[in-house]
C-alpha cells in the first residue's frame, strides 16, 4: 500500500517553499529521537526500525497521489511534476530493532537533500513511536509478570487493523508468548492463542454441559473460562471434565479467571485444585490486567500461572503517546558548507550537529557533570569523535546508504531474543513497574561546547532559530 500522503501537509508546503527558493537538494541532517520517557518508565526498546527502512526505500508519488495534490490549488506544475521522480537518495544510521535506549538520544539519523529528508518526518514518527511505545509496555508488563507467560489479548480494543497488527507485532516483540490475533499469526508468525468467551458457556443447558463440548472440541490441554456464573462451582465443573480427560489420557491445560477478585478467587482455586491431585493445572487471569495490577497480585500471593492482557498493554495505557520528535542538526549554508545547527525553545534545546550514540560496554567511563564525576552508560557524541575509543558500542549503524538499503534484518524471534538480552542486562533499578531509576545518556564535553556556543550565537544574533 502506497502511504506516501500519510503525511503531514506542512511536510509538502516546506518542500514545495524549498524548492522555490533553490534549497530543497542542499543536504540536511535530522534526528529523530524520543524527548522524554513516561512516569515510572526506565528504559524504551526501539521499535519499528524495519518498517521505516521500508518507508524510507520504497516512498514515490503515484499519479493519483499527484493528481489529488493537484486539486488542492496550493501547488504550481513544475513542484507537482517534480514529484513524479521523487525517491530517497540519501543516508539513514538507525539502531538496532530491538535495543534498550535512554529518552532524549538519536534513534535514527537521516542525512540526505533536504526536501527528501523533510518529507519522511511525520510517517516516521507514526511508525517508531507507536511500534516504541507499546514494545517497551509489552515488556514492563511481562518484566512484572516475573517469569510467568503473557498472552496479547489487545486485538478488540486496538485502534483498528494497523494498531492491532503492528501492536501484536510489538507486543510479542516486547516478551509475550502469544497472541489472540490470528492475522498477526500468520503474517508475522507470532503463536497463536486463546480460549472461549462466556458466550459459549451461555449457550447450553449449563456449565458442565459447555465445558464438556468445548473439551470434546479441543481434547488436548483445554483452557476453561470458569466465572461466568459463580467461581468455585466453575472450578468444580472444571474439575470433573479433568477426571474424564485423564480417562482418555489426555489432561486439562488451564482454567481461566476473568472478573472479580483475581487474586484471592486464584488462592482458592489452586487449593482445590490441589487437594484432589489436579494441581497439574494452570490458573490464567484476564480482566483489564496491566503491570501495575500483575505486580500486586504478585505480592499479594496470587496462584496464577499466566496471563492474558487486552486493552491496557494494546493501548500502552495511561500513556497515551511518547514524545518522539525529528529535529534539523546539520544543514548546509550559503556558502555550500554543512553547519550545525540547533533549536532553543525552553525545554525543547537540542543537540547540535551529526552525532552517534554509544554504549559503554563494561569500560570505567567517568564524566564531569557539574559537581558529580559519574559513570556513564550511554554517550551522545559528535560523530567520529570516539572513533576508536576501547569499551564503547557505536549504535547508530548503517541502515540506508545512498538511498539503497543495507540494514541486516532479523527473523522476528532473534528480535524478540535480542530485547530479551538488552533487557537482562539492565539492573532491576530500571525494571521495576516503578522505575527507581530512569537510563540516561551523557554528552561529551566537545559536544557540549559545541551546543553552549551555537546557543550563545543564535541567542544574541540569529532570529532564525526560536
Request: aromatic share 8%; hydrophobic share 40%; proline share 3%.
Amino acid at each position: 500500500m502506497n502511504t506516501t500522503l500519510l503525511t503531514d501537509l506542512y511536510q509538502l508546503t516546506m518542500m514545495a517553499a524549498y524548492a522555490a527558493n533553490d534549497k530543497d537538494d542542499q543536504v540536511a541532517t535530522f534526528d529523530l529521537f524520543i524527548r522524554k520517557l513516561p512516569k515510572d518508565w526506565g528504559y524504551f526498546i526501539a521499535n519499528g526500525i524495519e518498517d521505516a527502512v521500508d518507508y524510507i526505500t520504497n516512498t514515490r508519488f503515484d499519479d493519483s497521489d499527484i493528481d489529488y495534490l493537484r486539486e488542492q490549488k496550493l501547488f504550481n506544475e513544475d513542484f507537482l511534476n517534480s514529484l513524479k521522480d521523487f525517491k530517497f537518495e540519501g543516508d539513514v544510521y538507525a539502531v538496532k530493532e530491538g535495543t534498550v535506549v535512554p529518552e532524549n538520544v538519536p534513534i535514527m539519523r537521516i542525512t540526505a537533500p533536504r526536501s527528501q529528508a523533510q518529507l519522511l518526518e511525520s510517517r516516521l514518527l507514526n511508525i517508531i513511536n507507536f511500534q516504541t511505545m507499546i514494545a517497551t509496555k509489552a515488556n514492563r508488563v511481562v518484566n512484572a509478570a516475573d517469569g510467568r507467560p503473557v498472552a496479547d489479548f489487545g486485538l478488540r480494543r486496538a485502534q483498528e487493523e494497523t494498531a492491532a497488527m503492528k501492536g501484536s507485532r510489538a507486543a510479542y516483540i516486547g516478551g509475550c508468548v502469544s497472541t489472540s490475533n490470528v492475522k498477526a499469526g500468520k503474517e508475522y508468525g507470532i503463536p497463536i492463542s486463546g480460549t472461549h468467551a462466556h458466550s459459549f458457556v451461555m449457550s447450553f443447558p449449563t456449565e458442565l454441559e459447555a465445558f464438556r463440548a468445548y473439551a470434546k472440541a479441543f481434547p488436548d490441554k483445554p483452557t476453561l473460562l470458569i466465572d461466568t456464573y459463580d467461581v468455585m462451582q466453575g472450578a468444580k465443573n472444571a474439575a470433573i471434565v479433568a477426571r474424564e480427560l485423564e480417562a482418555k489420557g489426555k489432561q486439562l491445560g488451564a482454567v481461566r479467571l476473568d472478573s472479580g477478585d483475581l487474586t484471592e478467587d486464584s488462592k482458592q482455586v489452586k487449593e482445590f485444585f490441589d487437594s484432589i491431585g489436579l494441581d497439574y493445572i494452570t490458573i490464567l487471569a484476564s480482566n483489564d490486567l496491566n503491570e501495575y495490577k500483575i505486580s500486586d497480585m504478585h505480592n499479594e500471593g496470587a496462584k496464577t500461572g499466566g496471563y492474558g492482557v487486552g486493552t491496557e498493554m494494546i493501548t500502552a495505557k495511561p500513556v497515551t503517546a511518547v514524545s518522539g520528535v525529528y529535529k534539523l542538526a546539520e544543514d548546509t549554508d550559503e556558502e555550500g558548507n554543512l553547519v550545525p545547527k540547533i533549536k532553543l525553545a525552553e525545554g525543547k534545546r537540542t543537540l547540535p550537529g551529526r552525532k552517534q550514540l554509544y554504549r559503554v560496554q563494561g569500560a570505567e567511563i567517568y564524566w564531569v557533570q557539574g559537581d558529580d564525576r559519574c559513570k556513564v552508560d550511554y554517550i551522545i557524541a559528535l560523530d567520529g569523535e570516539m572513533e576508536g575509543v576501547p569499551g564503547v558500542e557505536a549504535l547508530l549503524q548503517p541502515a540506508v546508504i545512498g538511498g539503497k538499503p543495507v540494514y541486516q534484518k532479523s527473523s522476528l524471534n532473534e528480535t524478540r531474543a535480542h530485547v530479551q538480552k538488552e533487557v537482562e542486562m539492565l539492573s532491576s533499578a530500571y525494571k521495576g513497574v516503578r522505575a527507581e531509576k530512569k537510563l540516561r545518556a551523557s554528552v561529551t564535553p566537545e559536544l557540549e561546547a559545541l551546543t553552549q556556543k551555537l546557543a550563545d550565537q543564535y541567542g544574541k544574533n540569529n532570529t532564525e532559530v526560536k
